[in-house]
């Protein structure tokens, strides 16, 4: 892992919501109802709490995990 995704684990290591990755080509449909422009080689993230419907807006594309990461600490993170 990397230095950014290493600091996302631990900004949300005790969130009831949790930070998720996807490739756009695997979400291909949630992308599009989402409005977001589709790119199945980009990145999309979102956080998600397992077993329940409490999720975040999907947010990309990204062209890395890495960028995922930083939009997801710069606007869930807690100062």
Known sequence: MSKLTDEMQEVFRDSFMQP???LGIDIQDQVL???LDLEDDKYYCRLSADGFMDQTDLSGPFDSIDECAAHLIDTYGSE
């Open 33 to 35: 109802d989402s409005g």
């Open 20 to 22: 998720k990755a996807y």
